[in-house]
């Protein structure tokens, strides 16, 4: 986990007494002025960058508190807890992102990050995609109390002979519920999370949807870890599974809470009972058998279902999102997957979504091969078309049109066929003869 970082005051106060400790390292110069006549020389100490370059600097740090807070908030871009020294994120910018809230020239910012990478106030520069932006890495003393300066910028620790750490372990403490049914009743028995790694029979996945409860939807049977560490490296590989399928109901809480329930504060009780509505009502307690490629399908479908309900209740600012886990009646609440009008009716959403993306996708690609052909035929298609002939042209569209389906092949041929010319001396839309 990151620690945390200086607030801006700090930082610019750090930034302020390192820039003396340079300039008081620095060697004299000497200067000559006139005063009243009279030459006097004098020694003075220069500053180690210029004004504009420090205020560039305060913006930069400034920048860099903000991307470090964010990841903070994230618990799935927060960085395993090691003995390594943390480094913070970097700031993508661009000279013309910083000229512009600088109100200088690119130019002038170019000259202002030599000087910082100079003394050793930007640690590194490296381009990506591109030779616009960049990422700059700050020295990590300006950004929290871990490291020491000197005039070039960081001191690296002195290494300890340490044995290597061990690989986190996966989180556990994550208690989950497991609705029961006996004899019309509903018990509930709470366990670590890392004893539902078995299969649900009765789930099963349809088409674009994510799982399906049977008749009798029943609970996950839960089983030891333990019994799978008698084979060998059995147990090291179900920690992972699970520590994978955790960080998928983790990112969906998170997801789901940023987007559906933004202005609503959890505390740590009820953001327990928000990750277990979702680990059984959406993921079914990863019970049907599915491999990991599969899962992650499923979680990028549940990810954009969260943004349609998200774009439902924007379009629809007089309705709010209910409780996220049920309250008071088992199963009413909005990720319960008992709750037909929660979010399992999501799932006829996305549906509905991608099938209207099909079918303009298959417009598309109509409305493509039928100027391509007019334009072969007219003489006015590009080169690489003209090389071509009318029947390779014609076959080429069809191909693509035939990754659509029979439907789309259809409307293609339907689209290029050549109806017979017409008599000019008959009058399209004669009226009808009198009875």
């Keep these: 986990m990151l620690p945390l970082p200086y607030t801006p005051r700090a930082a610019y106060g750090k ?25 006097a020389q004098y020694h003075v100490r220069p500053k180690a960058i210029s004004d504009g370059a ?4 305060r913006v930069l740090l400034l920048w860099q508190i903000e991307a ?16 390594a020294r943390p480094t913070p994120p970097p700031v993508a910018t661009n000279n013309e992102q910083l000229a512009a809230y600088r109100q200088l020239s ?35 003393a300006f950004v929290w109390p871990a490291t020491k300066l000197t005039d070039k910028g960081l001191k690296q620790p002195k290494k300890a002979h340490r044995p290597p750490a061990a690989a986190p372990a996966p989180p556990t403490t994550l208690p989950l519920i497991v609705p029961l049914e006996k004899q019309d009743k509903k018990e ?3 366990g670590p999370v890392e004893k539902l790694v078995g299969e649900a029979p009765g789930d099963v996945l349809t088409g674009n949807t994510g799982p399906q409860a049977g008749s009798k939807p029943a609970p996950t049977p839960p089983s030891s870890p333990r019994q799978a560490t ?35 504060n959890f505390d740590a009780t009820e953001q327990e009972k928000f990750q277990r509505a979702i680990w059984y009502g959406v993921y079914r307690g990863f019970g049907p058998a599915l491999s990991p490629q599969q899962w992650q399908r499923y979680h990028d479908q549940v990810l954009q279902r969260i943004d349609l309900v998200a774009a439902y209740f924007q379009r629809h600012p007089h309705k709010f999102a209910p409780s996220p886990y049920a309250e008071f009646v088992v199963g009413t609440g909005y990720f319960d997957y008992q709750n037909t009008n929660g979010f399992v009716g999501t799932e006829a959403w996305l549906a509905r979504q991608e099938a209207n993306q099909r079918q303009r996708t298959i417009a598309r690609a109509l409305l493509r091969a039928r100027r391509e052909l007019k334009a072969h035929r007219l003489g006015l298609a590009p080169k690489r078309q003209r090389e071509m002939t009318n029947l390779q042209l014609f076959r080429l569209h069809e191909a693509k049109l ?17 109806p017979n010319a017409p008599d000019p001396t008959r009058i399209a ?3 009808l003869p009198k009875s």
């Design 106 to 140: 690119a130019r002038a910012i170019r000259d202002h990050l030599r000087e910082l990478l100079a003394v050793g106030l930007l640690a590194r520069k490296v381009f990506r995609g591109t030779k616009a932006n960049f990422e700059l890495y700050l020295n990590p």
């Design 188 to 190: 509930i028995e709470i």
């Design 54 to 57: 420090q205020a560039t600097m």
């Design 402 to 418: 035939r990754a659509f389906g029979p439907d789309a092949l259809r409307r293609y041929y339907a689209q290029v066929a050549q």
């Design 68 to 83: 470090v807070e964010q990841v903070r908030r994230v618990p799935l871009l927060q960085e395993a807890a090691t003995d």
């Design 15 to 39: 930034l302020a007494q390192h820039l003396r400790q340079l300039r008081a390292q620095g060697p004299p110069v000497l200067r000559t002025r006139t005063v009243n006549g009279i030459q």
């Design 429 to 431: 839309f004669a009226p």
């Design 230 to 264: 008698k084979e060998g490296q059995g147990g090291a590989a179900a920690a992972q599974l699970q520590a994978e399928r955790l960080g998928l109901v983790m990112q969906a809480f998170h997801y789901a809470w940023k987007r559906i329930y933004p202005s609503c």
